[in-house]
């Protein structure tokens, strides 16, 4: 907000320099910067906090120096004589307005503004318009609160009408531009159609002109989140629905309409009507108990009771009763950041001085760690961090996202009806209202993020997120566990050659890379359930005998449900429960000399069903009662010309050796017809010539 210093003079005695003032000013909490126009006026910069509506005028700053100088407000004129009873009626048809009020003013002269009102307007960022219109913005700035004012002569039926549009419907607005008003958006009506959008903006068909020698002075209150609401589905910023949206003083309202009306009849002439004021559910003001022990145990200090008192009061709040331990006060209508004590006890300690507080170290418990001590705590953390760094040296970069999913993603990715993380919770009031539920696991986000950036023509994308996850178990508070989730894709262009690595095996890789990181032993990949995944190109992955997340493709089905269809690359993903990984981390490495006697190896290929994955036949072969098996792997898989469509061959090399002799050939010999007589016997297949 821009404020010109002298203005503040009009509200509170001010002696000091314009250094003087801001410095003042940010040791209460206020961000200033200062200017000086050409004419060596100074304009303060004052950044505002979103839940600080109060100071988004020149009285709310006057009011924050009186806290921190202790002199008296000054307050303009609002005087105005009621001349004649209006034949107008006001009526409020939603809840969305708590408070309307208005005037009439005949007989006015529109025209220009003296000098002194359109350099302050000019100065605060705002460009005049006519005598009229810059009387409701000098209110707008003085006090804080929105006014508009209808040409009396272009409204019909005498009448003003408080309703949501019912339906979307189009309304030409002061800008000259034609907007959708949402079914919710509220309006202001005549007798025979909108005039206004509340809180917003006025149309075009009232608007007040030179020609224009009778208004209708409107201020009212309006619920800020429907103000909010259709400003953002418009698109429509104005410095009405930024102060609206915010929340204004409901109780300040009538004294911005009598100061303007003031202004109008003695810069504009004309006779002023009575007023007409509809608040049909009075305000309640907020009362808040306040104990002095609580202070000290919350700030750190003893802050002298008469200090709290002194304070209390120049912020312009009322004690109801006082007693050794406690406060009784009510909250001014201007202070909606105000709730609890909690929020009072913070202003307290801003005016009374956080410079005063003294440095101390704050006290640990001394005793066993328990599970959720800050030791544990810090070495979680300082292993995710070496898992996120490993990903990161692996080509990929971090994304942040909201912990919020749209619960239809789970249909679309066919997550089962009896699958946890269709156990979501859902907020009462979402940022967004096509994501109301907290995320079970960050596919659905990471999905956004590669369509977000397939959109900007982007071709290489590997993304992660490290973020907890949130399961509704049915208790006061969701189930949270810290995930890793990751999205390749690399769009291939064409080439003299192929120089392709499977995306599977990539992905599949880096988990590799973070379990021997982290000396996670023994890890192993198995058949994967999940619905979404390509069922040749995933898997589920287990440290130890416990499943701790999922890697591979995404399914062309699923990249058809998403809109990927035309996406040709595969597009690979993956997820790992890291709580569940920190219990397998850091076991114990043993440690062997190096071998003194050569290996031998040898190849054996079997021809199996096609349901068998390879990880079984490299379990039992692992489960063989043999000392001498030091190694597997897998060398071949093959499916296609003669072979069964049903079958494939898998090809596996066995190491060998013994630690105190080199092996002869009759012993490995004996050891591998062992072997595939049992992996035969296991899996019903047969051996294949090699």
């Known amino acids: 907000m821009l404020l010109p210093v002298e203005w503040l003079k009009d509200f509170i005695e001010i002696n000091e320099s314009p250094e003087e003032i801001s410095d003042m ?69 939603s809840p969305l307005c708590n408070r309307y009020t208005g005037r009439i003013i005949k007989g006015i002269r529109t025209g220009e503004s003296p000098d002194r009102v359109k350099k302050r307007l000019e100065l605060s960022g705002i460009r005049p318009v ?32 408080v309703d949501t549009a019912g339906k979307p419907l189009q309304f030409k607005t002061l800008d000259n531009t034609e907007r959708t008003i949402p079914q919710d958006g509220l309006l202001i009506r005549d007798a025979e159609r909108p005039v206004a959008i509340a809180g917003i903006m006025g149309g075009l068909e009232t608007e007040v002109s030179g020609e224009t020698s009778n208004i209708f002075l409107e201020s009212a209150y309006f619920k800020p989140a429907s103000i909010r609401r259709t400003s953002r589905l418009l698109g429509l910023k104005t410095e009405a629905s930024y102060r609206f949206e ?21 810069l504009c002439g004309g006779v002023v009507s009575k007023k007409i004021d509809l608040y049909p559910a009075k305000l309640e003001k907020e009362k808040i108990r306040l104990r002095y022990n609580r202070i000290n145990r919350i700030l750190g200090i003893d802050v002298p009771r008469q200090d709290v008192l002194n304070i209390i009061e120049l912020l312009g709040f009322s004690v109801i009763s006082t007693s050794e331990s406690e406060i009784m006060l009510t909250v001014p209508s201007y202070r909606v950041d105000i709730q609890d004590e909690t929020d009072l006890i913070e202003e307290i300690g801003r005016h009374y001085g956080y410079e005063k507080i003294p440095e101390q170290i704050p006290l640990a418990p001394v005793g066993p760690l328990s599970p959720d001590s800050l030791v544990k ?18 080509g990929f970069n971090e994304t942040i996202n909201f912990s919020f999913m749209n619960p239809l993603l789970l249909d679309m990715l066919n997550i089962a009806e009896t ?53 509704d178990e049915g208790g006061e508070l969701p189930h949270e566990k810290p ?47 999940e619905p979404f995944l390509h069922p040749g190109k995933s898997a589920d992955i287990h440290a130890g005998d416990v499943r701790v997340g999922y890697v591979g493709c995404l399914s062309p089905e699923i990249k058809k449900v998403l809109d990927l269809k035309n996406i040709k690359s595969e597009i690979g993903v993956f997820e ?50 043999s000392e001498l098996i030091e190694d597997i792997w897998v060398f071949d898989l093959y499916q296609g010309k003669n072979i069964p469509a049903e079958k494939r061959s898998l090809g596996f090399t066995i190491q060998c050796r013994a630690k105190d002799r080199t092996l002869t050939d009759e012993e490995v010999d004996y050891l591998h017809q062992e072997i595939t007589t049992y992996l035969i016997k296991k899996t019903g297949g047969q051996l294949r010539s090699l």
């Open 419 to 471: 699958d946890e993380r269709r156990k979501t919770v859902t907020l009462i009031n979402p940022l967004r209202k096509e994501n109301p539920s907290l995320r079970t696991f960050l596919l659905p986000s990471l999905v956004e993020n590669l369509i977000h950036n397939l959109n900007q023509g982007i071709r290489d994308i590997k993304l992660f997120e490290v973020s907890r996850v949130f399961i």
């Open 246 to 266: 915010r929340g204004t003083d409901i109780e300040g309202l009538s004294v911005a309409l009598d100061r303007a009306a003031h202004l109008i009849k003695t």
């Open 25 to 93: 000013l940010t040791m209460i909490g206020l961000e200033v910067e200062g200017g000086e126009t050409s004419d060596g006026t100074t304009v303060f910069e004052v950044n505002i906090t979103p839940n600080r509506p109060d100071c988004l005028s020149v009285i709310g700053i006057a009011r924050e120096l009186r806290a921190a100088t202790g002199r008296a407000l000054k307050f303009p004129d609002y005087h105005v004589e009621d001349e004649f009873e209006g034949d107008f009626q006001v009526i409020i048809d």
């Open 483 to 529: 995930v890793l989730g990751a999205i390749y894709f690399y769009r291939h262009g064409q080439k003299l050659w192929e120089d392709k690595v499977e995306v599977y095996y990539i992905l599949k890789g880096i988990i590799e890379k973070i379990f021997q990181a982290n000396l996670i032993s023994p890890y192993t990949f198995s058949v994967t359930t």
């Open 377 to 394: 705590r810090t070495e979680q953390k300082s292993g995710i961090n070496k898992i996120k760094e490993l990903v990161r040296t692996s």
């Open 130 to 161: 006519n005598n009229i219109v810059d009387i409701t913005n000098y209110v707008l700035m003085e006090l804080g609160h929105p006014l508009h004012a209808f040409d009396l002569d272009k409204l019909r039926g005498k009448t003003i009408r």
């Open 576 to 625: 790992l429960d890291l709580a569940s990984i920190a219990v397998q981390t850091g076991r114990k490495t043993t440690y062997t000399a190096l071998p003194r006697f050569p290996y031998v190896q040898r190849d054996i290929s079997l021809l199996v069903d096609s349901t068998i994955a390879s990880e079984e036949i490299l379990a039992l072969i692992r489960s063989f009662p």
